[in-house]
């Protein structure tokens, strides 16, 4: 089983992925980390060298690569649904859920890390706040195919632990017990 999460970044895909993984006995794939790891570069300066194009493709490809495991939750970039076929590939190969934040929080969150960020890193406050919004429009038709979304406005992961394991027995799912 894949448990694969979407979202805007600065919606907790990676910390909230990381804390179901240990509370669910599963593994952990982060898309971003992976690459880092991979091409041996941060994302910003593989954005710097090559360009959002070139980090595209290899997203992909490192995405294909995160459904070679089982057993695994996966975070995805916040852009990497949104690109090739990528939406339709996470939900053949797992179960996606959109964690969904409010665009507010989002800018919030951003201002504090927007120098690690490549599409952000130029941009004054006001600008970000039209951006995300603008993003969070163009990109709401991809999430929205998510097989469950959450609104995680103050929520702690185990919020989220508790919300996908009612999804999962509401939909005759078998929910993956943490056997430790």
Known sequence: MRIILIGFMSSGKSTIGKRLAHKMNMDFID????????YKMSISNFFDLFGEN????????????SFEHDNTIISTGGGTPCFFDNMQLINKHG????????P???????LLTKKQRPLLKNLAADELADYVNLQLINRSFFYQQARFTYEVEN??????????????????MI?????Q
Not at 31 to 38: F, G, H, L, N, Y
Not at 155 to 162: A, Q, S
Request: hydrophobic share 40%; glycine share 2%; net charge neutral.
């Open 175 to 179: 929910f993956p017990v943490n056997q």
């Open 104 to 110: 507010n929080s989002i800018i919030s969150r951003l």
């Open 54 to 65: 070139k980090f595209r493709e290899l997203e992909r490809i490192i995405l294909l690569e």
């Open 95 to 102: 179960i996606s859920v959109y964690l969904k934040l409010h």
């Open 31 to 38: 898309i971003d980390e992976a690459i880092e790891c991979k």
């Open 155 to 172: 929520k702690k992961p185990n919020d989220i632990y508790l919300l996908l394991k009612q999804s999962f027995e509401e939909n005759g």
